[in-house]
């Protein structure tokens, strides 16, 4: 069913809503929350919790040409937390060792205040993302958006691991410094 | 945990950006293509010194010139190449493409990107019926109903709708391209617009080479609410004030009720409320939609 639709049946609170959203994107989504996530018991909840969240927040949204889009935020902001909140999926330390990585592009150590006026943020890395050509575009964003493995990246594009680390180094240092320009210091 | 925090900021990337990044990579670097292209190369030659059907089965798909000159039509739509703007001449009005920007890897097109993901319907709304072929294909202005203006190769089904003549929309046939449809537009509804007092403003998504929206964190003075926005399809062109044809902003969020601002001593600009949000919340903010018709042709 085309996603306009689907959207149009959550907002007539149609209960089917949810089993067409499932049947379209329940794997992609499922799968999506496993690659944070690494158990799939777990993995099957964040994806129940997508469509709960998705039913709550359609209305007032209508994500009809970002429906995808739209469920996986959602999806990964949930198994995030989960990765947090639950220890046993010791997740934890991958998080660390990817927020480490994206700690690299902050200019300015202990300048969180200034850095994280959110909307402007997220602004200027979108404007970033903007200057990438898609190849990089998409490699920066399975890393720091999807949180795949390097392994997993280097053999979506068919690159070598020491090529993938590379290419995340210099965008790393590229949104670095791309954020000191637009004033993102102490 | 700062690190962290932009992990999580990340989560407002635009969605457009999101779903290129999870579709299966289109122009990978595998060493087995270099192969798989010098074959390939090896059998066109082989089936050309082989007869003459080959030849004769290419001449089935209308293939434009421009394509066929460099190459693209045999290697697939990723090694396509162009800047023109592909539009089709459909009873005497041009329509433009707001498709797959993939067609034009490096045109260097603003906003190509997310006419990837906006558009690429895989079905065609409700009231469109065939109106023929896609009759040729040209680099040069379409100068005959049916005719296409591109730098690649097409074919495929127009569909046109009495209730929405501003919109018309192709189901592809092409052989690097095809089950989808692809939605063509009027100039008239080549950017979203909002309706008031007579005068079209543009807002949120931005035409072909159109800059993106100004946001401002405050209003301007003289500025006051005037009523919410009502959507009325994409298609459609508003006629009665607060309506608008544009569908959501760039989180994927409705225009639907957005509060709409106006200064009567000036009609340059109208401003929309637009709400950015992150982790921690939203903060209001608001778009500055400048005119984009003073009057309709």
Not at chain 1, 14 to 33: C, F, H, V
Not at chain 2, 62 to 90: F, Q
Not at chain 2, 93 to 113: C, E, K, N, R, S
Request: with cysteine; glycine share 8%; aromatic share 10%.
């Amino acid at each position: 069913m085309e996603d306009a639709r689907i959207v149009d049946l959550y907002l007539l609170r149609d209960e089917s809503a949810i089993r067409q959203t499932a049947e379209k994107y329940g794997g992609r989504l499922r799968a999506l929350s496993f690659g944070m996530v690494k158990d799939w018991q777990t993995a099957e909840e964040c994806e129940n919790d997508t469509y709960t969240q998705a039913w709550n927040a359609i209305p007032p949204h209508e994500p009809r040409e970002y429906f995808y889009p739209f469920l996986a935020r959602i999806t990964r902001h949930i198994s995030l937390n989960c990765c947090r909140d639950r220890s046993r999926l010791k997740r934890r330390a991958y998080l660390c060792e990817l927020s480490e990585e994206m700690e690299q592009c902050l200019p300015a150590p202990g300048d969180t205040e200034s850095l994280l006026e959110g909307l402007a943020l997220a602004e200027a890395i979108n404007t970033f993302l903007g200057t990438l050509n898609e190849g990089k575009r998409n490699i920066f964003l399975r890393r720091y958006w999807y949180l795949d493995s390097v392994p997993d990246i280097a053999q979506r594009f068919g690159m070598s691991h020491s090529s993938v680390k590379t290419t995340l180094l210099r965008l790393r240092r590229q949104l670095r410094a791309y954020l000191e320009k637009e004033g993102y210091t102490l | 945990m700062r690190g962290e925090d932009l992990l999580e900021a990340m989560a407002l990337v635009d969605p457009a950006y999101i779903a290129a990044a999870d579709e299966a990579p289109s122009v990978g670097k595998r060493r087995w293509r270099k192969w798989a292209g010098a074959a390939a190369c090896l059998c066109l030659l082989a089936a050309g010194a082989l007869g003459f059907w080959y030849a004769e089965s290419r001449e089935i798909l209308p293939v434009g010139d421009a394509a066929s000159e460099d190459g693209a039509a045999a290697d697939g739509c990723d090694s396509l190449s162009s800047d023109i703007r592909p539009a089709l001449l459909v009873d005497g009005t041009l329509f433009y493409w707001t498709g797959p920007a993939m067609a034009i890897v490096g045109a260097d097109i603003p906003g190509a990107m997310v006419s990837t993901i906006a558009t690429g319907d895989t079905c065609l709304p409700e009231g469109y019926k065939p109106y023929g072929e896609i009759i040729s294909v040209t680099t040069d202005p379409a100068a005959k109903d049916g005719e296409l203006t591109a730098g690649f190769s097409a074919s495929g089904t127009i569909y046109t709708s009495e209730a929405t003549p501003e919109a018309v929309y192709v189901r592809m046939t092409t052989d690097w391209f095809t089950h989808h449809y692809i939605r063509f537009v009027s100039a008239q509804l080549d950017s979203s617009c909002l309706r008031w007092q007579g005068r079209d403003y543009r807002i949120g998504q931005s035409a072909w080479n159109s800059p993106a929206l100004l946001w401002l964190e405050e209003l301007p003075e003289g500025y006051a609410a005037v009523g919410q926005l009502h959507y009325v399809g994409r298609d459609i062109l508003p006629e009665e004030d607060l309506e608008t044809n544009g569908t959501s902003d760039g989180y994927g969020y409705s225009l639907e009720g957005r509060e709409v601002y106006v200064n009567p001593d000036d009609p340059e600009y109208v401003y929309v409320l637009a709400p950015r949000y992150w982790r921690g919340g939203q903060t209001d903010g608001y778009w500055q939609c400048p005119l984009w018709a003073a009057e309709r042709e």
